[in-house]
Nanobody, 124 residues
Framework: QVQLVESGGGLVQAGYSLRLSCTAS????????LGWFRQTPGKERQFVAA????????DYGDSVKVRFTIFRDNAKNTVYLQMNSLKPEDTAVYYCAAGTTRYSDDTRREYDYWGQGTQVTVSS
């Protein structure tokens, strides 16, 4: 089992930045591919970003490309989502996700483990 704990959510004005963190435990961190998703009430969970085990490859949803950056610190067992130029439509609960992959450079869009989520609210 993998436990994921997100932090860093909050209320921010449009145009500002926020950084989310997700710390993993229960499995060797470098064995995990990681991702971020978001969800608003009544809508399906939306893919935001993913990063490979090695950290060398990333993948982004179309709506956040250029503005968001995913990166990981393997020494701290933590993955981050740096969110810049935030918009009101970025308001959502953000979830961290993890899964194992055979290849260190693969990113994923489907995951086995999920955090509890952290609320991000962007005011106009």
């Amino acid at each position: 089992q993998v436990q994921l704990v997100e932090s860093g959510g909050g209320l921010v004005q449009a145009g500002y930045s926020l950084r989310l963190s997700c710390t993993a435990s229960g499995r060797t961190f470098t064995s995990l591919a990681l991702g971020w998703f978001r969800q608003t009430p009544g809508k399906e969970r939306q893919f935001v970003a993913a990063i490979s085990r090695s950290g060398d490859n990333t993948d982004y949803g179309d709506s956040v490309k250029v503005r968001f950056t995913i990166f990981r610190d393997n020494a701290k067992n933590t993955v981050y989502l740096q969110m810049n130029s935030l918009k009101p439509e970025d308001t959502a609960v953000y979830y961290c996700a993890a899964g194992t992959t055979r290849y260190s450079d693969d990113t994923r869009r489907e995951y086995d483990y999920w955090g509890q989520g952290t609320q991000v609210t962007v005011s106009s």
